[in-house]
């Protein structure tokens, strides 16, 4: 059975600061993997979609990588701002054979201080 | 383009009501979804569709039904509500090439339908 795991649950870092989000997930037989941001009492947003055969996905500020031998994810954000204040999950998906679903893990609360 | 749109977006039920979370999507999406969120859990699959008229179980479907009749619609019913029901629910959709083969997804979510059951 897949299972996804992100730690930390939650982080609170200073405006400025760089940091690094990790998901781990405990199967390496995914089809790819998908970080997404959800604010509160909202939908989620997908932010990168990396698909198995890569190794990182950047958009902005924005870097995610993937090892997907040794089940690992990890979400940069550069010069976090406090607009980046959100929960980040990430989520994998599956192969045909079961079912092609994405299994999330439980998120990671940020919050950027000014 | 409206994107996912998620009726109602709040919803209190008594115990062993029934009722249906309404979805509808405008961008001509194959695949269609319905997760439930608890508080601090990631989601869970309930539902899933890769086209019209086929809907297959997800992790935790009992006390759920969904059909799809449309491509753009895919609504979820609860027949006998129960506390443990009582969650935010997400409709997403997501576009994949060749029908049910696997594809570069990209989900797209619906704001969300928060319910409670008492």
């Known amino acids: 059975k897949q299972e996804v795991t992100q730690i930390p649950a939650a982080l609170s870092v200073p405006e400025g600061e760089n940091l690094v989000l990790n998901c781990s997930f405990t199967d390496s037989a995914i089809y790819n993997l998908q970080w997404f941001r959800q604010d509160p009492g909202k939908g989620l947003t997908s932010l990168l979609l990396i698909q198995s055969s890569q190794r990182e996905q950047t958009s902005g500020r924005l870097n995610a990588s993937l090892d997907k031998s040794s089940g690992r994810s990890t979400l940069y954000i550069a010069a976090s701002q406090p607009g980046d204040s959100a929960t980040y999950l990430c989520?994998?998906?599956?192969?045909?054979?079961?079912?092609?679903?994405?299994?999330f893990g439980a998120g990671t609360i940020l919050r950027v201080k000014s | 383009n409206a994107g996912v749109t998620q009726t109602p977006k709040f919803r209190i039920l008594k115990i062993g009501q029934s009722m249906t979370l309404q979805c509808a999507q405008d961008?001509?999406?194959?695949?269609m979804y319905w997760y439930r969120q608890d508080p601090g859990m990631g989601l869970k699959l309930i539902y899933y569709?890769?086209?019209?008229?086929?809907?297959d179980k997800g992790e935790v479907p009992n006390g759920y039904n969904v059909s799809r009749s449309t491509t753009e619609d895919f609504p979820l019913r609860l027949e006998l509500a129960a506390p443990s029901q009582t969650s935010v629910y997400f409709c997403?959709?997501?576009?994949?090439?060749?029908?049910?083969?696997?594809?570069?997804?990209?989900?797209?979510f619906g704001a969300g339908s928060r319910l409670t059951v008492l």
């Open positions: 997403a959709s997501s576009y994949s090439p060749g029908g049910r083969k696997a594809g570069a997804n990209v989900l797209t």
């Open positions: 961008m001509n999406h194959n695949y």
């Open positions: 569709s890769v086209g019209a008229g086929i809907t």
């Open positions: 989520a994998v998906r599956r192969g045909m054979e079961y079912g092609n679903k994405l299994v």
